[in-house]
């Protein structure tokens, strides 16, 4: 079974107080995306309070905001579009930035990408992510680098629901503008998020995806994606 590899000799449990894998094993199930039913991840249901733990509960364990543990409208919609589109990456390197549970990474392997870069500053993430390929027999490579600002070698950078902060956004624009100008192919997938720079994009699909009410402010999102504009 195909897996996941850590590069660059980074500690993922290096700053976490309890067994990454034997927590996300224990407190999620494997589920289905609804949007994306060609894969199976270790997700978060309404069996689980993951979300609902307060910042207390979650600093006693050593676990950031578990963001990898729910299949989030933008990456939904991102998936089903790279799974319809195949040709956007098929035999090219791919970045799935911001990765989270590593659903959009996955969906590109499965779609035919040649080499996938899962990137994430949770460490959890990271252990998240090495599960979920093995749970789709998919071989990912991961990082846990801030990588923001940096020239990326891959050819695509995927980006699922990344516009939710006011200051992340302000530093993720100047980036997929420069990665854009250079000839990579930015693609974004949102879901109406409020820092969403609509003027830098040119629009690809849209989908109502199913998602939790725990989470969103309804049981159905208009998700957009969209491709990043280098003008």
């Known amino acids: 079974m195909k897996s996941c590899r850590l590069i660059q000799g980074l500690g993922l449990e290096d700053d976490v107080k309890t067994d990454p894998q034997s927590f996300i094993r224990a407190n999620t199930s494997i589920l289905v995306p609804p949007h994306v039913p060609e894969i199976r991840l270790h997700l978060a249901d309404g069996a689980h309070d993951l979300w609902l733990k307060t910042e207390d509960e979650l600093e006693e364990i050593g676990l950031p905001p578990p963001f990898w543990a729910f299949a989030w409208a933008g990456g939904q919609g991102l998936s089903r579009y790279i799974l319809d589109h195949p040709g956007e990456v098929a035999g090219k390197t791919v970045l799935d930035f911001a990765s989270g549970s590593g659903l959009v990474a996955i969906a590109a392997r499965l779609a035919g990408a040649s080499h996938v870069l899962a ?8 252990t998240a992510v090495r599960l979920n390929a093995a749970e789709n027999a998919t071989a990912l490579d991961f990082i846990g680098e801030d990588l923001i600002g940096r020239m ?34 930015v693609l974004v997938g949102d879901p109406g998020r409020a820092y969403l720079p609509k003027d830098r994009l040119e629009q690809c699909a849209t989908y109502q995806v199913p998602v939790t009410r725990a989470l969103e402010d309804s049981e159905v999102k208009k998700t957009t994606v969209w491709r990043f504009s280098a003008k």
């Open 152 to 185: 990326i070698d891959a050819e695509v950078v995927l980006a699922g629901d990344v516009f939710y902060d006011r200051d992340f956004a302000d530093r993720l624009v100047p980036w997929f503008r420069m990665l854009a100008e250079a000839g990579r192919v």
């Open 119 to 126: 990137a994430d500053i949770d460490p959890w993430a990271g």
